[in-house]
């Protein structure tokens, strides 16, 4: 009955799996599903099925070897031998039993397989009562039923042919080995090189076989060893050396096809997910993080300083080194500009090398993509970086420091961010700025100083290393080489050139510069040739240390060649780096914003946390709102304002050139044409110039008026260095229409050249207007006068004043000319010679020595003051003069010309304050707001203005606030893409 039951689990463990698995893998099933090891007899090849004794079977099942059994207890008065056979008999059948039977319940569980499950209920039903025998079994199994829904999980497990769908092709991968291992079935040893070299040691570990030793010999050394003996040592070592080497291209060249294969389906499975097909969205790459994690870090702190440790591969080297050709060889596209000798670098370019299923490269501020596999594109890539490197320059300058941010995207190609620096030169030459050498030093410090920073130090082979200058730079920022990478690059040329090869070893071995680095690697970069591509350098990169002595001779390892394993080994060492530094990193950020919040509560609580560009924005809108305000000013107020300052501005000409020279004549015939001339040159030459000034500064008043008002409602004083520099740089831009200027010309002749006055109410608004100029003129000249003799008797008695000499002499003179005009109460304006003479004699009788200027610039005041009393007083007479004018005084010795005069200067004034306006609302004011708006948009694009005109310390902390928040987060999101990949 036993031998039954155990043939039937072993069918029942057989349909676990399905038979087309077996066959697909041909494998025993035994290794494919460990659940037929755990229910089956040991002894597999005997038919009987025997059970082995319990205390063997016991051992032989882990859960039952792990815990000790309970301890029996024998019955009273019953032989221990013979109750001892009787228990161990059913005790051993029974845990048989249930354990067939547990362990067939676990693997219907984790197979999901129907047949299982159907046999064991089959057999449930079957078995006696047990469960006074369930002490054999350990409590874990008992509880594993209560813990898990086996039923559930059982369904929601996929089948095996599903899972047999995504394992790879056994038949595939067998064929690979087996052809793998016929190239190394010669025996030649591969040492070291093999270890090193893209895990091809670990697939054939994987596969089951050993490596090959050191000392296995060739297929073919073995065929012909009496050939061998017969030859001389050195022989048979030179040929053992080039079967080594032939072994080795061999497996690389191998090496090379798979990974071409793997880097074609990896393109392949990209390009799918890429269209969509798998309907994911698509996440950006743990490289791109990283990128713009430095990409902030290097807006936030230009300096690199203490609070930048994140690794980055610097790329340094001295100029013409072939920087740039290891960086296109790592990048594997020919993306940078390109002269001969001369420097092309001149600011840090920052590369992002990650995997993607097309070969592009784009700039960080720009969404354009330039494909990398069209020369039209690479050309384009060239020059748009050489512009940008030249814009950043800033005048005068050779360098600039400001980084350029490049992403490079593509099959196959390694993880990881690398900065090319300006090649490092040891003599300014012509056209270069003098601090060239020291700004280039310092930029390589700068990025080379961060502890974390991977430096790739570059050497030009083809000339003698006592010519660099990086090795002593490189070995002052990191003496103990812990982060340094040295790549000798030209070695095609330096084995030719030099005459003892053996420098390249002492090189490569770290024995000839006085610097230490983590690895030493040797390159080859091409001819020369700019127009090479990157495949036919590869090419000749192989074919070279194919037929190199170096490398056959031993001065040079396998690995330590190419920019392939350059590239391998400059990814892992920058990914290490990475896993090191960055959560440390993160946690100083945490502390340093923790620390800039708590700065923040103390002395800004009740403001927002505002960053430049969020305060800029702000007084945007504020200037914006207080020029529309400008298009809310009523006509009137418009009208007014220009009226003012037009008359304010021509005043001084209309009394002196044009009022006061008519008026003298006696004959008003002579007035009216005097006037009429003189009119007719201001409005031709002077005065539309005179009123569209007016009219541009009264414009600008008004703008600056608003501003102040704004700036009363809550307005941060902060914004006052903007606005300031926003008003003056519009007005500064602002011009106002020329062709304004002809028609506001022809408009104001024809306002003088009309006397017509309609109204009465005309004509007394013109002498109100008369009165006041002349009241005000009249002010002003007796003013000149008092300032001209000093202060009268009054003030000298109650205000303890005294007149000057000078002032005592004009005192004088003014006395004796006084008498002149009570004389003469009609007199010109002019004195005569004889005048002047015999007042200048009547001052000489009182002891007073006088100049003939002095008493002419006196009798100027006088005379003016005397004439715009007589002026007024004819006002005055002519406020009831309306009906004359009407009569054009006939039979009137009243005439009151000078009222026309001054009703035709202030309906001038009101006619070209009214256009005025019209030009201001119509057109000027919109000009003058787009102008803002220019110059806004200027400023906003600045980053240079901005920090000039926002300034403070509120700012600033806003400013690290909001960086290092981001950075925070950034850093966070890239820790937990990390540690989801690993």
Not at 134 to 158: C, H, M, R, T, Y
């Amino acid at each position: 009955m036993l031998r039954v039951r155990s043939k039937v689990i072993c069918t029942v463990c057989r349909n676990l799996v399905p038979t087309t698995t077996g066959v697909k893998f041909r494998i025993p099933l035994q290794k494919l599903h460990p659940l037929y090891r755990a229910i089956h007899h040991r002894y597999y090849g005997n038919t009987n099925c025997q059970h082995p004794p319990h205390r063997t079977a016991s051992r032989y099942f882990t859960s039952m070897s792990r815990l000790p059994m309970r301890p029996s207890k024998v019955p009273p008065g019953s032989g221990g031998r013979g109750y001892q056979q009787k228990r161990n008999f059913w005790v051993a059948r029974l845990a048989a039993r249930l354990l067939k039977l547990r362990y067939i319940l676990l693997g219907s569980a984790v197979g999901g397989g129907y047949t299982a499950k159907k046999t064991y209920d089959e057999w449930k039903d079957m078995l006696p009562d047990f469960s006074e025998y369930n002490w054999v079994i350990p409590d874990f199994v008992w509880e594993l039923g209560q813990q898990i829904d086996l039923d559930k999980l059982a369904k929601a497990l996929p089948e095996m042919e599903e899972i047999a769908k995504l394992l790879p092709d056994i038949d595939k991968i067998g064929e690979n080995f087996t052809f793998i291992k016929s190239i190394l079935s010669s025996g030649v040893s591969l040492g070291s090189e093999v270890k090193g070299a893209s895990g091809l040691l670990l697939l054939l570990e994987t596969s089951g076989e050993p490596p090959l030793k050191a000392t296995d010999t060739s297929t073919s050394a073995l065929q012909d060893d009496k050939q061998y003996k017969k030859s001389s040592e050195k022989e048979r070592i030179d040929q053992l050396q080039e079967d080594l080497l032939r072994t080795q291209l061999k497996y690389q060249r191998m090496l090379e096809r798979l990974e071409k294969e793997n880097k074609e389906l990896r393109k392949v499975v990209l390009q799918k997910d890429d269209k969509g097909i798998h309907q994911r969205k698509v996440k950006k790459s743990l490289i791109d993080l990283y990128s713009e994690v430095l990409d902030i870090l290097s807006d936030y702190d230009a300096n690199y300083n203490t609070q930048d440790h994140l690794p980055r591969v610097v790329v340094v080297g001295d100029q013409s080194a072939g920087k740039t050709s290891v960086l296109e060889m790592i990048a594997q596209a020919r993306i940078f500009p390109r002269g001969s000798g001369e420097m092309m670098t001149r600011s840090p370019v920052k590369v992002t090398l990650s995997e993607g299923p097309h070969h592009v490269a784009l700039f960080k501020d720009s969404g354009r993509e330039f494909d990398l596999t069209k020369e039209e594109d690479l050309a384009a890539l060239r020059h748009e970086i050489e512009l940008r490197m030249r814009k950043s320059v800033k005048e005068g300058q050779t360098v600039s420091s400001e980084t350029i941010s490049l992403s490079v995207k593509g099959p196959g190609i390694q993880r990881m961010v690398l900065v090319d620096l300006p090649g490092v030169i040891s003599t300014v030459t012509a056209g270069m700025a003098s601090d060239t050498k020291e700004t280039i030093f310092s930029i390589s410090k700068a990025y080379m100083q961060n502890p974390n920073a991977i430096i790739l130090c570059i050497q030009d082979g083809s000339v003698d290393a006592e010519r660099s200058i990086v090795t002593d730079l490189v070995s002052q920022m990191d003496p103990q080489g812990k982060r340094t990478i040295f790549v000798l690059t030209k070695v095609d040329l330096a084995e030719k050139n030099l005459a003892s090869p053996n420098r390249i070893q002492q090189i490569v071995e770290g024995k000839l510069f006085p610097m230490k680095a983590l690895g030493y690697f040797a390159v080859v970069t091409g001819k020369g040739s700019s127009g090479e591509s990157i495949d036919s350098i590869k090419d000749y990169e192989e074919e070279f240390f194919q037929g190199s002595r170096l490398l056959r001779d031993g001065m040079l390892k396998a690995h330590q060649v190419t920019t392939k394993n350059l590239s391998l080994a400059v990814s892992d060492c920058f990914w290490k780096m990475v896993r090191e530094s960055v959560e440390q990193q993160a946690d100083v950020f945490k502390a340093s914003r923790f620390n800039l919040e708590t700065e923040w509560k103390n002395n800004y609580p009740r403001l927002r946390e505002l960053d430049r560009n969020e305060l800029y924005e702000k007084a945007k809108n504020e200037i914006l709102d207080e020029v529309i305000s400008l298009s809310q000013v009523t006509p009137q107020h418009w009208e007014a304002i220009l009226q003012k300052k037009l008359w304010e501005r021509v005043s001084t000409h209309v009394i002196e050139n044009i009022y006061l020279p008519a008026a003298q004549t006696m004959d008003s015939g002579t007035f009216n044409t005097t006037v009429d001339i003189k009119l007719k040159q201001w409005t031709d030459k002077q005065l539309p110039h005179k009123a569209l000034e007016v009219a541009w500064e009264t414009l600008q008043e008004e703008f600056a008026r608003f501003m102040a008002e704004y700036k009363g409602k809550d307005q941060d004083d902060i914004f006052d260095k903007l606005k300031e520099a926003v008003k003056d740089e519009s007005i500064k831009r602002h011009k106002w229409n020329e062709r304004a200027m002809d028609s506001l010309r022809v408009i104001q002749h024809n306002a003088l050249e009309d006397r017509s006055i309609t109204d009465k109410p005309q004509w007394d608004a013109a002498i109100q207007f008369m009165e006041q100029t002349l009241q005000s003129r009249l002010k002003d000249t007796e003013a000149v006068i008092k300032d001209m003799v000093g202060p009268d008797w009054k003030e000298r008695w109650m205000s303890w004043k005294n007149r000057t000499a000078d002032q005592h002499i004009r005192n004088e003179t003014k006395t004796e000319l006084e008498r002149l005009l009570k004389l003469h109460d009609e007199h010109t304006a002019y004195l005569a010679n004889d005048e002047v003479t015999t007042v200048r004699k009547n001052l000489e009788g009182r002891s007073v020595e006088v100049d003939p200027m002095l008493i002419k610039d006196t009798w100027h005041q006088l005379y003016r003051r005397h004439f715009l009393q007589k002026a007024l007083s004819h006002c005055s007479l002519c406020k009831r003069g309306f009906y004359y004018y009407q009569r054009h005084f006939v039979d009137s010795e009243l005439e009151c010309n000078d009222v026309v005069l001054f009703w035709r200067i202030q309906r001038m004034l009101v006619i070209t304050a009214n256009t005025l306006r019209q030009q201001l609302t119509n057109t000027e004011v919109r000009r003058l707001e787009k102008n803002v708006k220019e110059v806004l948009d200027d400023f906003g694009e600045d980053l240079e203005k901005k920090c000039q005109l926002i300034t403070g310390r509120r700012v600033q902390l806003a400013e690290d606030l909001k960086k290092v928040r981001e950075i925070q987060e950034k850093l966070e999101a890239f820790i937990e893409a990390l540690h989801k990949e690993k």
